[in-house]
């Protein structure tokens, strides 16, 4: 109410992007923010399928600078009709005029995280980790990884199908760098299997390097454990790669997304209804050849570790939201040529914007991008793909493949 076309709108909560939404209706640029996962994917979900009237700019040369071009009313006073007096123009700024036969769309936005700083070094050499000098997730107790300790004994991490995977017992590991606790996870039957867990830092995403010295810790000491856990508040994709790929016989290597509500610290209550760690499934993707010489991704689904029958199970595509494919990776960000909706929802995909567009758009390519399986692609400069899975809980899983 009180910007321009072209301001910028500052909202730090942005729940289901309402703002956004608003800012892009009206001509005006934005920035939100939000910590919750569901609510930046419901924003982005909602944002790629709006559609918006086109409205008759004042100064078309000027671009959207120079404003709309708004319907005007005549303010009739006393004064004026008693002086016989012309009178004066009132602009409705809530009534733009409606340019007919055009519909405009969200513009390009991006969805940036507090990055993960690194420094590559000059020479190309990777320079030697000293683990007494690493970030707080490689320094062994720390006072919030107590605190990340009793959420996780009180909470249990989550699977799908609102089963957990629930701790009789959680204690510190002392004499390791990169793993952090001990515990014994319950089981259906009543008993109790160790696992060790290996905490993420606090901002930024857990690396491979940690990844690779905390397997060789458990591998060292004398008690095998039945699980290995990875609980970080954003994984690395090489790293989770790497997690995906351990095959260590008879223990099964796991990864848990922690809730950001877990920086808050004393503003948050502690209750075992809270669903602090949520179990992150291991997605299945396929690259196939296509005719021409170029590329297909068919995603499979998710196999995810059942807490009640003890096995990893697949539970196929019903439960993803939606999925993006970067069909040229530049291992720095995540440019979608191409997004699908398999859920179907007809309030959330690409359905109403294709009814807008009637005509503009092939029905039979709108059909496809509710699907698993990508369009034809061709090999791009980085010879890299990226995929991003967004599961019905707002987890986000991120897999790389190189194509050959």
Known sequence: MTTDPSDI???????????????????????TCDTSRVAITLA????????????????????????????????????????????????????PYIEKGKV????????????????????????????????LARTGETGKQAEWRDELKATGIRAVGNKVISFSRIEPIIATKFLHAEGEILEEDGTNKKAYISFGPDYGAIEQRQVELA?????????????VIFAAFHFDPEAAKDIDLINWHGVKVLKAQMSVDLLTKDLRKKRSSNQSYWLIGQ???????????????????????????????SKGTRHIAMWFLDT????RSLYPEQVFFPEGDSKRDWTRLAKALSGEVN????????????????????????VKIIDNRGIESFVIKELK
Not at 51 to 60: G, N, S, T
Not at 287 to 313: C, T
Not at 328 to 331: G, P, W
Request: with cysteine; aromatic share 10%.
């Open 104 to 135: 405009r769309v969200t513009g390009p936005f991006t969805v940036e995280a507090v990055p993960s700083l690194r420094v590559k070094p000059f020479d190309g050499n990777t320079p030697k980790i000293d683990a007494t000098n690493e970030q």
């Open 363 to 386: 029905d039979e390519l709108i059909e496809h991008f509710r699907g698993i399986e990508s369009l034809p692609f061709s090999e791009g400069e980085h010879k890299k793909i990226a």
């Open 283 to 313: 997605p299945d993707v396929e690259v196939m050849k296509a005719k021409d010489g170029k590329y297909k991704v068919k995603v499979n689904g998710f196999d995810y570790y059942d807490p009640v029958s003890g096995e990893i199970i």
């Open 9 to 31: 709108v500052l909202d730090p909560t942005c729940g289901s992007g309402t703002t956004a939404y608003v800012a892009e209706q009206w001509g005006r640029r934005w920035i």
């Open 215 to 227: 397997i060789n810790e458990a591998r060292s000491l004398k008690s095998k454990p039945d699980f």
């Open 328 to 331: 040229d990776y530049d291992e």
């Open 44 to 95: 982005k979900q909602r944002l790629m399928t709006a559609k918006f009237d086109y409205y008759e700019l004042a100064h078309p040369d000027e671009g959207i600078r120079s404003g709309f071009k708004y319907k005007t009313v005549p303010h009739i006073t006393l004064g004026s009709i008693a002086n016989n007096e012309p009178p004066k123009e009132e602009t409705l700024y809530d009534q």
